[in-house]
């Protein structure tokens, strides 16, 4: 996605998956974030699995439920995106100084704004990712200016690797909802941060290529490295969500090659999920329209 987010237009309201709720109901736990200003609070969820701490923040509907991923390990955190906006920054800032750990390693899963546009409210923090999604992020125009601790992190190492001895896996898929997107994977935890390769409750972006991301999906389903997931907009849920969003990219891809217009694509979305959350995002439709 190369256009931007207009922010007097965010999203409102969140629908809830089985399997976000079947996860809550296991135990993870949930907290409200502070408010800023006039921006509602995000919510943070955590719960623990392998000797780690998972923390998802949430931020508000204004802020398209983007997430931020916090993990702490016994001496150190792993942290994955920034969020969009100053005020849900500066909550996983307290969430994270409220752990009393240095950040050991930040990382940008990949280019869109909503994930790094609140980036240089962490001082000190150095975001880590892979040239192409840094050379994507240095194309945004406004009203995003891309931070330097992106623009200036150093390159990410993809493969398997140890961050206080548990093994950390990241991974790299191109061309599915964004040109590369990075998943981090915790073999031993059997826990996924797969960003926004999965919405939850919210209708999602149409994509760069809608069949490879419909393929890279059915690839991670057959995966028995993970159960959990941890993704870019919404809450943790289950592996058996890969199988919902899968199915909603293909009815995604009927709905705008089968339409003459925008409106009309958007209308099949609506009728045929009535519950989603994140409305303005079928707004992206119309920017991505090739007919």
């Known amino acids: 996605m190369t256009s931007t987010i207009n922010r007097r237009k965010f999203l409102e309201g969140m629908a809830l998956s089985a399997g976000a709720v079947a ?7 949930s907290a409200p974030a502070h408010a800023q200003g006039e921006m509602g609070a995000g919510v943070t969820h955590s719960f ?15 802020a398209v439920h983007v997430t931020s991923h ?5 001496d150190q955190l792993l942290m994955v995106d920034a969020t969009m906006l100053p005020p849900t920054a500066q909550e996983v800032a307290a969430l994270i100084a ?11 899963s990949h280019e869109h ?5 609140a980036a240089a409210v962490y001082e000190g923090v150095q975001f880590s990712t892979l040239p192409a999604i840094r050379a994507n992020v240095a194309k945004e125009g406004e009203p995003w200016v891309p931070p330097k601790n992106v623009l200036e992190g150093p390159d990410l190492e993809l493969g398997m690797t140890e961050m206080s001895g548990v093994p950390v896996e990241f991974r790299h898929f191109q061309n599915t909802e964004a040109f590369d997107m990075i998943v981090t994977v915790f073999p031993d935890q059997k826990v996924a941060i ?25 690839t991670l389903r057959d995966d028995p490295a993970f159960d959990t997931l941890l993704v870019g907009h919404g809450l943790p849920t289950s592996r058996g969500d890969l199988d919902h969003m899968i ?4 009815v995604m891809d009927s709905a705008i090659n089968d339409a003459a217009t925008p409106d009309e694509a958007v209308a099949t979305l609506k ?12 707004s992206l439709i119309s920017e991505y329209w090739a007919k």
């Open 48 to 62: 623990s699995q392998g000797g780690l701490t998972f923390h998802t923040y949430v931020s508000p509907a204004q």
């Open 113 to 117: 704004p909503d994930h790094w546009g």
């Open 247 to 250: 199915q909603y990219i293909k």
């Open 98 to 108: 409220a752990t009393g750990k240095p950040v050991g390693k930040a990382v940008l």
């Open 271 to 282: 009728k045929a999920y009535p519950g989603q959350g994140g409305e303005f995002l079928l």
């Open 194 to 218: 797969v960003q926004d390769l999965v919405y939850n409750g919210l209708y999602a972006a149409p994509g760069i290529d809608r069949a490879n991301w419909i393929a890279t999906l059915e």
């Open 70 to 74: 916090i993990v702490e390990f016994s």
């Open 23 to 29: 996860l809550l109901q296991a135990g993870v736990r």
